[in-house]
């Protein structure tokens, strides 16, 4: 079946580092890609998507490309701030699968000013 | 646009009693997903609903029950509920299946004392 499987954390940075979260999937078909934000105490957010091969997703600084030969969909941003302190998930859907999203355990990260 | 509102978002039950958990989709979506946030699974799903129609169920006992109203609030149902129900209950709407964007709300976070 479909998984995924992302770094675990904590992640801890300072102010204005540099952040990767590896991402790698295992999925029967062409699946779309996401990954997803959580604040304390919240629900998830989507922070950006890639429903193809070599598509590029971005938001908020936060960037992610689909690379189907490596499986993978790591998140990057050049510079985080401190209210970039999450736990972020990645996540993958299959057409034929509807909605259903399958998740990575997640990454805590702490940024530190 | 409101988004997706769940509710209660705190409840706390006994082992063997029963729960509902309610949640009401951003208006026009008609699709909601349920997922289970625990420390040690993390994120799974749980069913899907579209048009009062279960489209698709994770790999959970059959204590755990949902459906959907024709107005597309949708219900989620624990019965004998035990320890490990204790769970951050997720939500998500969408417009329809395959929409590649859900939307998810706060959460319920049911303990089971």
């Known amino acids: 079946g479909d998984s995924v499987t992302q770094m675990e954390g904590p992640v801890t940075l300072s102010e204005e580092a540099f952040l990767t979260i590896n991402c790698t999937y295992t999925?029967?078909?062409?699946?779309?890609l996401f990954w997803y934000v959580q604040y304390p105490g919240e629900g998830l957010q989507l922070l950006l998507k890639?429903?193809?091969?070599?598509d590029k997703g971005s938001n908020k600084g936060f960037e992610a490309t689909y690379r189907k030969e490596t499986t993978s969909f790591h998140l990057e941003k050049g510079s985080v701030q401190v209210s970039d302190s999450a736990v972020y998930f990645c996540a993958l859907s299959e057409g034929a699968a509807g909605n259903k999203l399958t998740f990575g355990g997640g990454t805590r990260v702490l940024v530190k000013p | 646009k409101a988004g997706v509102t769940q509710t209660p978002r705190y409840l706390i039950k006994t082992r063997g009693q029963q729960v509902t958990l309610s949640c009401s989709p951003i208006?026009?979506?008609?699709?909601v997903s349920w997922y289970q946030q625990t420390p040690g699974q993390g994120l799974q799903f749980l069913f899907e609903y579209f048009s009062e129609t279960q489209r698709n169920k994770g790999n959970f006992p059959g204590r755990f029950s949902g459906r959907q109203f024709s107005n597309s609030r949708s219900e989620m149902n624990v019965s004998t509920l035990e320890l490990g129900d204790s769970a951050l209950y997720l939500c998500?709407?969408?417009?329809?299946?395959?929409?590649?964007?859900?939307?998810f709300g706060p959460g319920t976070r049911l303990t089971v004392l």
């Open positions: 998500a709407s969408s417009q329809g299946p395959g929409a590649n964007e859900q939307f």
């Open positions: 208006s026009g979506h008609r699709s």
């Open positions: 999925a029967t078909g062409y699946p779309s």
């Open positions: 890639a429903t193809k091969a070599d």
